[in-house]
């Protein structure tokens, strides 16, 4: 080649390389582009699904058509899958610019069945499981069931549980799952023992804790079971049990120890008492100008000499701070000021009353109420929103909703307003059943067999309403009742309620008339104060006396007689007690006067008192007081007819029957007495042996009583002895419709006429 050639090729070569880099670098850019679009998703292909239709398995995915199918994105919509609980197995490939999805779908759930169950009813058991009946089957489900069950066995005692699973397949990717259960022998609480309680007794602590022994009715109540949560819950109930009772710094701690050779658990409370304390001297002190703090002195609960008591200290501080915010001191706050003489094992107390922070309230949540309308609720506050903010009206507030018996639990908390002056107050409620549907069936020795269908509902449509619709019926007669109340009429501290009625009582050889009776009357109740209530009432009533044994009864002159009488009348009724059901401390008093007329022209007044008091705190005795006296007006000037008198029997003297003292002929006949006075003294107590959850007490008591006073004039008394007495032993038990008792009496002093009755089984009340 020559010298020229060889220049020519160099120059060529130079220009190719500046002419074709830039081609190959746009070369390059085209081929990435082409391997870009080779990754990117055109088509999605779903396979292997057979209930599950193909867009709800792609909704699954985390790619669509157009992205980019990478290794993450795959990854990502394959677990994606997975997480629905739809698939067994899942699939994702991608090749061709496709993405392939494949999956095998889980079983339909066709139904879930229960073996060897016998704590637990088929019903419920399925509501602790997840797999319900056409819900989708997967083994993370299946062992989670397993363990919910097994859960709820353990927590009622059954330590030996096992539980395990058959699993059918059926037709069309359908699955029945069966439950086996293995409940073994339920675990006991052996013993309950308490060391270091030298001041209460080991059945006064036990009465109190809700871990309770085992004993031979626990197979019916099921009242034994262990559980740490229980246990610790008892931990705490014995410490306030201790502060509320002389002992502020008592220390209590528990153990349970299950020994499995005897299937059961041995549980140990072990207390430091501390010592023993008193209130002191007793002050107040404020700061506000104007406050009387004499009137707050009636609401101290904190006697000097008496025990300490942590529960008396607060409620005399809510008390009093209540008290202050009527005198119209909305921010008064009270804080006890507690000094310690240990010397003399004392406290001092001084209750400073002084202006609390000027908070006002924002907002009120009432939350948790499903079925109980709000107002419901928040008419039980003494506040609203915009009202100063005082912390012991708010406790006050809480004290009265939890007293209305709708709920299980009732927690009030506070949080920050929008401004450094505003709190929002929350309420939160758990509703309990307030409805009490079903029938009941007893046997009375007044009565004979009697029987009870009733609907009531203390919170009809949640708007605080009682309701109550019953048929009762005995051998001798039936009845028929329809109440209503409105608590707040027309949104009133007032309460309203009528009542309608009927009562048929068959002609026995001890009754000698029948009568059928009819009739109803209007109710208006009004708080008087917290513990003085006035109801008045007026109704219409009618009233037919049958007799067809021969001879007709002496005052009637004939065999049928139809009375009408319109009443009118008012109770005056004054409660300390603690409990309206099931009344340890406190006094019942009441008074009541009604005029009938029409067919009738009387007043009937009748007065009633009952005290009751504990025998050594946390005993379980109470002692108790009972006195009632009645007598009617006539002003017609022939008498009251003898329907209309007083008939007593074991309600005034026990061990008589029903209408078996008081004024008769010689034949024996009622004629009813216008005037009565009783009084009774009993002490009930826990029966030896037998834990209180069983519901049942003993009780030992006297009864004495004066009935005298012919209704009807012209009739002749043959009874000479006004006054009965009785002694007598009394078994309690609460029982499922209502706390029945067995008397048994013995007669101390009767008339030769009266009618008696050794045994009697009834319904307990007040009166």
């Known amino acids: 080649m020559t010298k020229h050639a060889k220049l020519l090729s160099g120059l060529i070569l130079a220009l190719s390389l500046v002419f074709l880099s830039p081609l190959a670098g746009a070369g390059g850019s085209l081929f990435g582009v082409e391997a870009a679009q ?9 396979s292997g699904n057979q209930r599950v239709d ?63 169950n016998q704590r637990f009813s088929d019903k419920e058991l399925l509501s602790m499981v997840d797999l319900a009946s056409r819900g989708v089957f997967t083994n993370e489900r299946l062992q989670t069931d397993i363990k919910s069950i097994e859960l709820a066995y353990k927590n ?12 059918d397949v059926l037709e069309n990717s359908r699955v029945r799952i069966t439950f086996v259960i293995n409940e073994g022998n339920r675990a006991a609480i052996a013993a309950i023992n308490f060391t270091g309680n030298n001041s209460f007794s080991a059945d006064q602590l036990r009465n109190i804790i809700r871990t309770k022994q085992t004993g031979w009715l626990s197979w019916l109540f099921r009242d034994d079971t262990y559980t740490d949560d229980n246990l610790n819950v008892d931990k705490e109930l014995i410490r306030l049990y201790y502060a509320n009772h002389g002992f502020p710094d008592a220390q209590v701690s528990a153990v349970g120890e299950f020994d499995a050779s005897r299937n059961a658990y041995f549980v140990n409370f072990t207390i430091s008492e501390g010592d023993r304390y008193q209130f002191g001297t007793i002050g107040i002190e404020t700061s506000i100008d104007g ?3 004499d009137a707050l002195k009636n609401d101290i609960k904190t006697y000097q000499g008496s025990e300490y008591s942590a529960s008396k200290l607060q409620d005399s501080a809510t008390n009093m701070a209540t008290s202050a915010a009527d005198q119209g001191f909305a921010f008064a706050d009270v804080r006890p000021r507690v000094d310690r003489d240990v010397a003399n094992h004392v406290f001092n107390i001084t209750y400073l009353v002084d202006n609390g922070p000027r908070v006002y309230i924002q907002r009120i949540n009432i939350l948790g109420n499903v079925k109980t309308r709000d107002f419901v609720i928040r008419r039980e506050m003494d506040f609203a929103e915009g009202d100063p903010f005082n912390r012991s009206i708010v406790l006050k507030a809480k004290t009265a909703i939890e007293s209305l018996g709708f709920f299980s639990s009732v927690n009030i908390t506070t949080e920050p307003g929008d401004s450094a002056d505003k709190v929002v107050i929350n309420v939160a409620v758990v509703e309990k059943s307030t409805g009490d549907y079903g029938a009941s069936v007893g046997y009375s020795t007044q009565d004979g067999v009697m029987g009870n269908l009733s609907l009531t509902e ?93 001879p007709n009864t002496t005052w009637m002159g004939a065999p049928e007689l139809t009375l009408n009488k319109a009443f009118i009348g008012y109770t005056l009724a004054y409660s300390s007690l603690d409990s309206e059901t099931k009344p340890t401390s406190g006094l019942y008093a009441s008074l009541s006067q009604s005029y009938a007329g029409v067919d009738h022209n009387y007043l009937k007044t009748e007065a009633k008192a009952r005290y009751f008091m504990p025998i050594m705190d946390g005993s379980g005795f109470i002692a108790s007081v009972k006195g009632q006296a009645g007598v009617i007006n006539d002003f017609s000037g022939n008498g009251v007819y003898p329907t209309e008198g007083f008939f007593k029997g074991a309600d005034l003297v026990r061990g008589f029957a029903a209408g078996g003292m008081g004024p008769r002929s010689a034949s024996g006949e009622p004629f ?66 209502g706390p029945l008792r067995g008397d048994f009496a013995h007669i101390l002093r009767k008339d030769s006429l009266d009618s008696t009755q050794t045994f009697q089984l009834t319904l307990q009340s007040l009166f």
Not at 38 to 46: K, L, P
Not at 493 to 517: A, H, L, P, Q
């Open 38 to 46: 080779a990754q990117t998703i055109s088509r999605i292909s779903v």
């Open 54 to 116: 193909n867009s709800t398995v792609i909704s699954y995915l985390t790619v669509r058509v157009g992205d980019a199918a990478t290794t993450a994105a795959i990854n990502a919509s394959i677990d994606s899958l997975y997480k629905s609980g739809l698939f067994s197995t899942v699939s994702v490939t991608f090749s061709s610019s496709t993405l392939f999805v494949k999956v095998a779908e889980n079983p339909i759930v066709a139904s879930v069945l229960f073996e060897g």
């Open 156 to 167: 009622t005692g059954f330590t030996n549980i096992s539980v395990t699973a058959k699993t």
């Open 291 to 293: 406050l009387n703090t």
């Open 458 to 550: 203390r919170n009809f449509l949640g708007r605080g309403q009682y309701l109550k619709i019953a048929f009762g019926a005995t051998t001798t007669g039936r009845t028929y009742d329809f109440s209503f109340t409105e608590p707040r009429f027309m949104g009133l501290k007032i309460s309203s309620g009528i009542d309608i009625y009927k009562r048929v009582n068959d002609e026995t050889s001890s009754s000698y008339f029948g009568t059928d009776t009819t009739g109803g009357q209007l109710r208006i109740g009004l708080p008087i104060t917290d513990m003085v209530n006035l109801t008045t009432f007026a109704g219409f009533e009618q009233k037919t006396i049958k007799d067809a044994s021969t």
């Open 672 to 737: 009813g007495a216008t005037m009565y006075a009783g009084l009774s003294a009993e002490l009930e107590f826990p029966m030896p042996i037998l834990p209180e959850t069983y519901g049942l007490k003993g009780a030992v008591w006297a009864d004495a009583g004066y009935l005298d006073g012919v209704t009807w004039h012209g009739l002749a008394d043959a009874t000479t002895e006004p006054l009965r007495a009785s002694v007598g032993v009394s078994v309690i038990w609460d029982s499922p419709f």
